[in-house]
């Protein structure tokens, strides 16, 4: 989600420092009652009309195990998730574990479990000549 334009955050001050009440302005601008609200708040608390700036203070949950996991994946690159996970002892939901190799910018593809069709593909499109 991109933040709101300076510009448009200029007009809503102007907005509210001419009367119009926050239900009005919201409607006037497309944006929500409850933004109006909080812009104005943090306005009269800061003076700032600049957007919040998004921290991400999260630590990766298996960033310990970063290396264990590039080294197995290196060694063994067809391993499932719940291989991974098993062979590791790791305790995480499977979509934390695959967050971790993507964060890593690890891919590893999965062999073919049957063997490729020696007639070609299964479906092709009629022949317009007949």
Do not use: C
Not at 20 to 35: G, L, Q
Not at 49 to 61: A, C, G, Y
Not at 83 to 98: G, H, P, Y
Request: aromatic fraction near 4%.
């Amino acid at each position: 989600m991109q933040a709101i334009s300076q510009d448009l955050r200029m007009r809503v001050l102007q907005a509210i420092g001419s009367g119009e009440t926050t239900s009005e302005i919201a409607e006037r601008f497309s944006v929500s009652p409850a933004w109006v609200r909080r812009f104005h708040q943090r306005y009269r608390e800061t003076g700032s009309i600049e957007p919040l700036v998004r921290q991400d203070t999260r630590v990766p949950k298996l960033q310990a195990h970063h290396d264990d996991i590039r080294q197995l994946l290196a060694k063994t690159p067809d391993l499932t998730l719940e291989d991974i996970r098993r062979e590791l002892s790791l305790n995480v939901a499977l979509s934390t574990l695959w967050l971790a190799i993507q964060h890593l910018g690890l891919t590893f593809k999965k062999k073919s479990s049957t063997p490729l069709s020696k007639n070609g593909p299964m479906s092709s499109k009629p022949d317009k000549t007949g």
